[in-house]
């Protein structure tokens, strides 16, 4: 059993900072690209920044220059710096994670359950 467990999430002004942090736990042998999604009220889903094993980034356009991406992957935990908050990065956000459960098994996908992100003055 794999769990991913959010932390950060919350209600913050414009221009405003967060730090979501999502660490993983449970039968692992391998985490492989790591990541954060979104969800805004009545929007489909989408990808908002990944990053690889080795450190490999890459994010959602309208983010760049104001979130990073990280992890550490001695505690098995990926962060979300989020900076110059918008109104409209508000969201639940997701973690995710490609995990393998057991040496040389197929990577499956892991996803958190959400912490809401809320930008308003």
């Known amino acids: 059993q794999v769990q991913l467990v959010e932390q950060g999430g919350g209600l913050v002004q414009p221009g405003g900072s967060l730090r979501l942090s999502c660490a993983a736990s449970?039968?692992?042998?391998?985490?492989?690209?790591m990541g954060w999604s979104r969800q805004a009220p009545g929007k489909q889903r989408e990808v908002v920044a990944a990053?690889?094993?080795?450190?490999?980034?890459n994010y959602k356009d309208s983010v760049k220059g104001r979130f990073t991406i990280s992890r550490d992957n001695a505690k098995n935990t990926v962060y979300l710096q989020m900076n110059s908050l918008k109104p409209e990065d508000t969201a639940v956000y997701y973690c995710t994670a490609d995990i393998s459960v057991d040496y040389g098994a197929t990577p499956k996908d892991f996803w958190g359950q959400g912490t809401q992100v809320t930008v308003s003055s």
């Open positions: 449970g039968s692992i042998s391998s985490i492989y690209t």
């Open positions: 990053i690889t094993s080795g450190g490999i980034t």
